[in-house]
């Protein structure tokens, strides 16, 4: 497993970010249901200009997880919603280290920090509806679904079919209490 440090994105790194997140949505993988539809998948773009306010507003961060050679090796993105509530959204993985737990260490590194900075006690995400694997990846680390469906926003599909039942399942978890975070955060 790798030995991660971990760092918040500064503007200077958006295009760094942009290229991983867009790479990472795009990755084909062998795993049915993994990717859902691959079509979609292949065709997700995200600009700089999208990762910039994720990294500038004073709620939200953008968390960078970096390998011990130095390269960008996962992101996640924080939001705080409410005092009681972090969302997590872009959680994304160099396509290279897919399947090495890397994106279990950048989720509990951002879990952490959301509890550690912000004092949520509740954290939230979403996954796309055809995404099965990834949801059941989710709830094995005790994301629950709230019910909540939200809809696909249908201008990202550039004028393509909306795939049946295309939209975000809404998951919760209940923030537990550090005793101590085994990853490091850089500055």
Same mark, same amino acid.
């Given at each position: 497993?790798? *030995? ?16 991983? /997140? ?8 062998? @795993?049915?249901?993994? /990717? ?9 773009? &995200?600009?700089?200009?999208? &990762?910039?306010? $994720? ?7 953008? &968390?960078?997880?970096?390998?011990? *050679?130095?390269? =960008? ?8 919603? *409410?005092?009681?509530?972090? @969302? !997590? ?12 737990? /890397? ?6 590194? +951002? ?9 949520? $006690? $509740?954290?939230? !995400?979403? +996954? ?5 694997? =990834? ?13 909540? &469906? ?5 201008? $990202? !599909? *550039?004028? @393509?079919?909306?795939?049946?039942? !295309? ?17 490091? =955060?850089?500055?």
């Amino acid at each position: 497993m790798a *030995n991660l440090q971990f760092r918040i994105a500064t503007p200077d790194d958006a295009p760094q970010l942009q290229q991983l /997140i867009q790479a990472a949505f795009r990755a084909e993988d062998s @795993r049915k249901d993994w /990717i859902g539809d691959a079509e979609l998948a292949a065709n997700f773009c &995200i600009s700089v200009d999208e &990762i910039l306010p $994720k990294i500038t507003s004073p709620d939200s961060e953008m &968390i960078m997880a970096f390998d011990d *050679n130095g390269a =960008l090796a996962g992101t996640v993105g924080v939001f705080r919603r *409410n005092d009681d509530l972090a @969302r !997590l959204f872009y959680l994304a993985v160099d396509q290279t280290l897919h399947r090495g737990g /890397i994106g279990r260490q950048v989720l509990e590194y +951002a879990e952490g920090y959301c509890q550690r900075t912000w004092g949520v $006690k $509740k954290l939230g !995400l979403d +996954a796309l509806t055809l995404r099965k694997e =990834l949801i059941s990846w989710y709830m094995r680390r005790g994301y629950v679904p709230t019910g909540e &469906i939200t809809p696909f926003p249908v201008d $990202k !599909l *550039n004028g @393509r079919a909306l795939p049946e039942g !295309l939209g975000f399942v809404e998951m919760e978890k209940e923030a537990k209490v550090e005793a101590k975070n085994r990853y490091r =955060l850089e500055y």
